[in-house]
């Protein structure tokens, strides 16, 4: 759906688009036309360039991502220059990976537009987590083996303001819950660490990397191997870790065996 967001009286518009996992065929005909009729796109990292390329030739294009090994541009440079651009009539698209209101910092782009009147709407995108579970067959609830999900960052800090690892783990095994855990790889042995807390050592986990992408590759195992399991694959970001027993039948298949696999989509 496209959500108009704003109640303010119109002074320009900008469409916080998202791209989805990096597959371009995953991407909505909504945000496939928003794109086409862009003036400006702001690109952030992981926006597949495939993507990119639908913007017409005219269009400007400001990526806006750690890519070439910069660092990010502050997001008030952003927020400015989304608000200068819509102001001067510019038909302003905010491209971001997966959905932009799931880790996007989609929340507070809304916000500065919105203080600066101008009107915003969202196109959603098919976010990692979601594209990263339905990749490897198994889904996301069961009625036997998970009645919810939770998307949660595995990138707070530890510590008082940080992820109560222990509390969540808690929470999962009691309601059956599957964890979706996004920018988790380079915390992944304090995430394993405070998970084991609640969750038995053998729960089952995988983490995928590069979800939807011809290089797209998984490896499962359990929760007591996390960690170790990453550092052997040499499994790096962008991935997503997934924890839970809707994996079950995913391990059992694995176990003894070589559990590193390309994905079925790969070329
Ligand atoms: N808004 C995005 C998430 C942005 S946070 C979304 O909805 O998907 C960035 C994190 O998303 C990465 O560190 C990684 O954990 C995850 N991610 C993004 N694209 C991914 C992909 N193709 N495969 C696996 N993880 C991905």
Redesign the pocket.
Known sequence: MKHDLSSAPARGHVTLV?AG??DPELLTLKAFKAIQQASVVLVDD?VNEAIVAYAPATARIVYVGKRGGCKSTPQSFIERLMVTAALEGENVVRL?????F???RGGEEVEALQAAGVRVSVIN?I???I??VSSLGVPLTHREQAHGVVFITGHAKPGASGTDWRALANTARQSRLTIVI???VSGAAHIQRELMHGLHANTPVAI??????PEQRHTVCTLGELEATIAREHLA????IIVGDVLQGLLAADVGGDALTQSPRAA
């Open positions: 998202g996992p990096g992981l971001k990976g997966g959905d932009p799931i880790f996007g995108g976010t990692a987590g594209a990263a996004y920018m988790g995928v990397q590069s979800a939807s992408l970001s962008p991935s997503i």
